[in-house]
């Protein structure tokens, strides 16, 4: 099955900067999704990006798509402390689009410090 | 407000008992999915099922059973049978296809004491 893996494992920055997590996969997809789960919470959906897309654009998130080398980027600009979270990246298990679930990496745990 | 239920939220099960954990949606989803969180770890699969009355296993189903009789409703049941059950689960639902991601719910803490 095809997987994501998250870099780095955990981020600290200071509020007002920008953040950037990186998500690397194995195996040809056709979307890619971001989530972010706060501390023993559920996951909450922030973003799918498409394989014929590279960059896409959600308020202050900026996801980008390198099929060619098969990674991904998310950025968060002007964080703020409400930012703090755990961020995975998720991939169809299989050739399908997700119907038959979803693969998620280990995430990227973000610190924003006040 | 639509949205996925999980109960309880929290459990507790001692050795050698089976617990069913409830997840209800009424979102009109018809794909449900059953996942496992371990500390620091990322999500398993642990069953899905794409319509009423259909399921699949996952990556990890020994242990667990699933039904799907109704639409809005997917309960997991955690048995005896699974060796390491203190987990958090979580259950997420979606439309078909590719459209768009999931929806989760608060998931549940179990542990056995």
């Known amino acids: 099955s095809q997987q994501g893996e998250e870099d780095p494992q955990a981020l600290s920055i200071q509020e007002g900067e920008n953040a950037t997590m990186n998500c690397s996969y194995k195996?040809?997809?056709?979307?890619l999704q971001w989530y972010r789960q706060n501390s023993g919470r559920g996951l909450v959906h922030l973003i799918l990006?498409?394989?014929?897309?590279r960059e896409k654009h959600s308020g202050r998130l900026r996801v980008t798509l390198d099929t060619s080398k098969k990674s991904s980027s998310l950025l968060i600009t002007a964080s703020r402390a409400a930012d703090t979270a755990s961020y995975f990246c998720?991939?169809?298990?299989?050739?399908?689009?997700?119907?038959?679930?979803?693969?998620f990496g280990k995430g990227t745990h973000l610190i924003i410090q006040p | 407000d639509g949205g996925i239920t999980q109960s309880p939220k929290y459990l507790f099960r001692k050795e050698g008992q089976n617990v069913t954990l409830s997840c209800e949606q009424n979102?009109?989803?018809?794909?449900m999915y059953w996942y496992r969180q371990d500390p620091g770890q990322g999500l398993r699969l642990i069953y899905y099922?794409?319509?009423?009355?259909?399921?699949q296993k996952g990556d990890i189903a020994e242990g667990y059973s699933v039904s799907r009789e109704k639409k809005e409703s997917f309960p997991l049941t955690v048995t005896s049978a699974q060796k390491n059950p203190t987990a958090f689960y979580l259950c997420?639902?979606?439309?078909?296809?590719?459209?768009?991601?999931?929806?989760f719910g608060s998931g549940t803490r179990l542990t056995v004491v």
């Open positions: 195996t040809s997809i056709n979307n």
């Open positions: 997420a639902s979606s439309v078909q296809g590719p459209s768009g991601g999931y929806t």
């Open positions: 979102l009109n989803h018809d794909a």
């Open positions: 099922s794409q319509i009423v009355n259909d399921f």
């Open positions: 998720a991939t169809p298990r299989n050739s399908g689009g997700g119907a038959d679930g979803l693969t």
């Open positions: 990006i498409r394989s014929n897309e």
